[in-house]
């Protein structure tokens, strides 16, 4: 397991999802892909222009603890069964407590920037990033969003403050168009 000193629970809320969105959603543009773009566009799909539709109703809530973190890793689109080119392409992670020197989401480089991102790894890293590897964090303010492409490396630095951090984790869906 690459996520230590944490607690984690899924949550299922088409209400969260909604309010999120009419905040979100407005800023979010059409995003064109293509063989170097970090996201799952390419699987199941023809699609190369996708359109931001809503938040996905779920949502991973996290409590990392002193000596909490996790390993470098990307995240995965979810496809729709019912469509396949209805998919999730970005996660976001709202930071519902604030940290003033760890706990910080950093941003990894993989080394694997000249592959196309079909043909790349996606596994989970099992060891923590060298400092050449990280080009560029966030510690968590309470109220602050940041958002990214799945298929974009990261990770959490171990917190070692007291109290707790706790984030939420969700996806913005996209639609391809024809």
């Known amino acids: 397991n690459n996520q230590l000193g944490s607690t984690r629970t899924t949550i299922y809320s ?3 999802a909604y309010q999120l969105g009419k905040f ?5 543009e059409n995003k064109e892909c293509n ?17 931001p539709v809503l938040i996905s109703p779920m949502f991973r809530c996290m409590t990392y603890l002193s000596g909490g973190k996790h390993f470098p890793h990307y995240d995965a689109a979810y496809i729709y069964p019912e469509d396949n080119n ?20 950093r941003f990894i480089r993989d080394g694997q920037e000249d592959i196309p ?3 790349r790894n996606h596994n989970d890293w099992d060891r923590e990033p060298t400092e050449d590897e990280i080009i560029g964090k966030e510690l968590p303010k309470a109220g602050d969003l940041i958002l ?9 630095q171990e917190y070692s403050e007291n ?4 984030i ?4 913005i869906v996209y639609q391809g168009a024809s």
């Open 24 to 28: 979100i959603l407005p800023y979010l």
């Open 86 to 105: 209805i998919r999730t392409l970005k996660s976001f992670v709202l930071y519902l407590t604030t940290c003033e020197s760890s706990g910080a989401t």
């Open 117 to 119: 991102i079909r043909l």
């Open 168 to 171: 939420v984790r969700g996806d």
């Open 163 to 166: 109290g707790s951090r706790i």
């Open 148 to 156: 990214f492409d799945h298929r974009i490396c990261h990770d959490v």
């Open 35 to 51: 063989e170097f773009t970090p996201t799952d566009f390419w699987q199941n799909s023809y699609c190369t222009l996708w359109q």
């Open 14 to 16: 088409d209400n969260l």
